[in-house]
C-alpha cells in the first residue's frame, strides 16, 4: 500500500520533469513527434528500473555513514558518503553501456528503435537526479527504490509523450516568430506544469 | 601569443548573448531552472558551473590527445564529477546553508548538458587556454540568464532581493500581494520563455522556421 501511494505520488506529485526539472535537456530535443518521444521515454524508465536498486545497495552497503560495518566492525565509522557522485555516475554510464550492448545483441528490432538514445541517457540528469533523490529520502528497501525508480520513469515518460503529442499539433498553429520552437514549447511545459499542480496533496 | 586575440575574444564573448548556452544551445536547462526561486542560490550555482566548466575545459583539453575515443565519454564524466565533488564539500563546508538549498543540484552539475556540450565541441578539439576561456565565457552566459530569472522570480515571488526587501511597505498597505504563483516551478519555464522571446526579437537571424 506504501508502495503504491510512492508510485503514484512519484508519477503525478512529483513528477520528474514539472516538479523538478530534470531531464529537460532530452525532453525539449527529442520531443517532436509522438513515436520517437515515446521511445525515449520507454528507455529512460527502463535505466532508472535497473540503476535504482543497484545505486541502493551500493549506498547501503558501501557509502553510507558506517554501512562498511558488515565487512569489519573496525569500518564502522567510516563515512565514504563523499564518493557517492562518481560511484553512481559510473554505474549509470556503465549500465547504459551494457545494456546497449545486450539489446543490440537480443533484440536487433527494439536496438533500431531505441538505439540511438541509449548513450544519451547517460548524461540524463533525471537519471542521476533519481539516485540522488533515493539517497536523500532514506528508503527502506531496495523494492521501495525500484518502485521510486519506475514512478518517476513513467511520469518522465508521460510528460515527454504529452508534450510531443501537443507539439505535433502546433505544427498547424499561428505562433509569433521569435517564440518559434524552443520558447512556446518553455510555455507549454509551464502550463502542463501548472495543470500537474492540482495533484499535489494526493494521498491514497 | 597574446592571451587575448580577437579569435579568444570571440570564445570568451560570444556565450553572453549570440551563443548564449541556455536560451541558444538550449543547454543545461535543468538546474537553471531548479534553483532560480532566489537569487542567492542561483548565483551560487552559477559560480560553481563556472568553475566546473573551465576546469573541466581545461584537464579535458590538457589530455585530449591520449583519450581513446570509444571511451571519452566516461572520462569526461570522471573528470566532472571529480571536480563536482571537490565543489561539494567547498560549499558544504563554507556556504552550509545555500548547500542544503541547492540539494541535489550541485550533484547534478555532472550530468549538466552544457558541460558535456562545451566538452564535446570544444575542449577536445582545441588548446588548453581557448577552453579555459571557452569554460569561462559559457559559464557567465549561464549564470547571466541564471541570474535575469532569479532576480524576476524573487521580486515578484517573494518582494525580497538577496533576502533584503525592496518592495516598499507602503505598497503592502495598499492592497499589492506577492504573487505565489512565481515561486512554483512552471513559472520559470515562463519566466525563460519570455526572455527567449525578447531576445530573439532582437537577433532575428536566432529564430526558428518551424514550430
Redesign the interface.
Known sequence: MENLNLFIRSVFVDNMIFAYFLGMCSYLAVSKNVKTAFGLGIAVMFMLVITLPIDYALETYFLRPGALAWLNPEFADIDLSFLSLILFIAVIASATQLVEMAVEKFSPSLYASLGIFLPLIAVNCAILGCSLFMQQRDFGSAWTATVYGAGSGLGWLLAIVGIAAIRERLAYSNVPAPLKGIGITFIITGLMGIAFMSFLGIKI | MALLNNKNKSVLFNPLSKNNPV?VQ??????A??VTAKLEPALVMGVSVTAVLAFANVIISLIRKTIPNSVR??VQ??VV??L??IV??ILKAYNYEVSKQL??FI??I????IL?GRLEAFALGNKPWPSFLDGIGNGLGYTIILAIVATVREILGSGTLLGFKVIPQALYDAGYENNGLMI???????T??CI??????RNKDL?????
Open positions: 536560451i538550449v543547454l543545461g536547462i535543468c538546474s531552472l531548479a565519454i566516461i564524466l570522471v564529477a571529480a563536482v565533488i561539494d564539500q540539494s541535489v550533484g547534478l555532472i550530468t549538466n548538458c558535456m512554483l516551478p512552471p513559472m520559470a519555464l515562463i525563460v520563455a527567449i522571446w525578447v531576445h530573439r526579437s529564430q526558428e522556421k518551424n514550430n
